[in-house]
């Protein structure tokens, strides 16, 4: 596989579930993102890590937990989500200074 | 503040017309300037970017983008639009020379392709 992976693609859940968003680049990239994505709105960068550690929150509430065991993989744990968290969310990696993002297709969340 | 504006919402464009997509910034630093394009359902995929030098930089799929520094513009233009170009239309802009640090996304441009 080449580029950005997420999984899973789409994915609802109540709001007591537990689940996880994968996303593993392929890259050989340094920095790893989350972002979410709304109707209407610009794009939310959610986390961001840099050599596996995290450099940025941003302001993401704690239902929302972030894990990068390594510089391939970028977890986003789920735990009681709300109904307004329904979006779609995005991975992306990029590499040294160039600051170019890479983004992988996404997983479209519904909360029930 | 920094800031991406994509002052139209939504295009619509004859097939085989030209296109130009505007984009306006307010950044503090030396930008970096990305184009994406999402087609339904589907991640960002980069379509160009410019870092410095030439202000014409060439894209994937025929695209193009013009860097004004005066008028803190960058829009994307292409000659001659194909009917697969519809899709949604991101601008952003970073920071030059750090890694790990956010993209400022605009709110993005509806393109829609008549026949």
């Known amino acids: 596989e080449t580029g950005v992976t997420q999984t899973p693609r789409h994915l609802v859940m109540g709001m007591t579930n537990k689940k996880s968003l994968k996303c593993e680049q392929h890259l050989g990239h340094n920095a790893m993102y989350w972002y979410k994505q709304s109707a209407k709105k610009p794009l939310e960068l959610m986390f961001v890590?840099?050599?596996?550690?995290?450099?940025e929150n941003n302001s993401v509430p704690s239902r929302f937990s972030p894990e990068c065991p390594n510089s391939s993989h970028l977890f986003l744990h789920l735990h009681t989500l709300q109904p307004e968290d329904s979006a779609l969310y995005l991975c992306a990696s990029s590499q040294g200074q160039s600051n170019t993002q890479y983004f992988g297709p996404g997983t479209r969340l519904t909360v029930l | 503040a920094q800031s991406v504006t994509q002052p139209d919402i939504h295009i619509t464009v004859s097939e085989g017309a030209s296109l130009e997509l505007r984009c306006n910034y307010s950044?503090?630093?030396?930008?970096?300037l990305f184009w994406y394009v999402q087609s339904p359902g589907q991640g960002l995929q980069l379509l160009l970017k410019y870092f410095s030098g030439d202000t014409l930089v060439q894209g994937i799929k025929g695209f193009e983008a013009e860097f004004k520094r005066s008028q803190s513009s960058f829009n994307l233009r292409k000659p001659s639009v194909h009917w697969s170009d519809a899709a949604e239309y991101f601008c952003?802009?970073?920071?030059?020379?750090?890694?790990?640090?956010?993209?400022?996304f605009g709110k993005g441009t509806t393109l829609s392709v008549s026949s």
């Open positions: 950044y503090g630093a030396t930008p970096y």
């Open positions: 952003a802009v970073g920071a030059q020379g750090q890694a790990g640090t956010a993209l400022i």
């Open positions: 890590y840099s050599l596996e550690e995290r450099v």
